[in-house]
Nanobody, 119 residues
Framework: QVLLVESGGGLVQAGGSLRLSCVAS????????VAWYRQAPGKQRELVAS???????DYGDSVKGRFTVSRDNSKNTVYLQMDSLEPGDTAVYYC?????????????WGQGTQVTVSS
């Protein structure tokens, strides 16, 4: 069984920072693309950032220049550093990973972590 667990969410004032982590556990052969999504109440899920196994990153327009995604392949962990947070960043943040476990390709999601930015 493969499990993705996000952590690091919380309540922060506008202009503040948070660092989210996504840890994958289980019998994982390797992890390919990992992406962070977010979903605010009443809105569709939005792609925030993604990172390939080699570390090539891409960002949604609304977070470019403020968020940084990174990964530690030795720890099966991906991070999302969020700076200059705005109230519009308030959402549940989800981690999504395309990985291979037991020789099979899988697409896994975490349970999400709440980020709330107050004005």
């Amino acid at each position: 069984q493969v499990l993705l667990v996000e952590s690091g969410g919380g309540l922060v004032q506008a202009g503040g920072s948070l660092r989210l982590s996504c840890v994958a556990s289980g019998k994982i052969d390797w992890i390919n693309l990992v992406a962070w999504y977010r979903q605010a109440p009443g809105k569709q899920r939005e792609l925030v950032a993604s990172i390939t196994r080699k570390g090539s990153a891409d960002y949604g327009d609304s977070v470019k220049g403020r968020f940084t995604v990174s990964r530690d392949n030795s720890k099966n962990t991906v991070y999302l550093q969020m700076d200059s947070l705005e109230p519009g960043d308030t959402a549940v943040y989800y981690c999504n990973a395309e990985l291979v476990a037991g020789g099979f390709e899988r697409d896994e999601w975490g349970q999400g972590t709440q980020v709330t930015v107050s004005s």
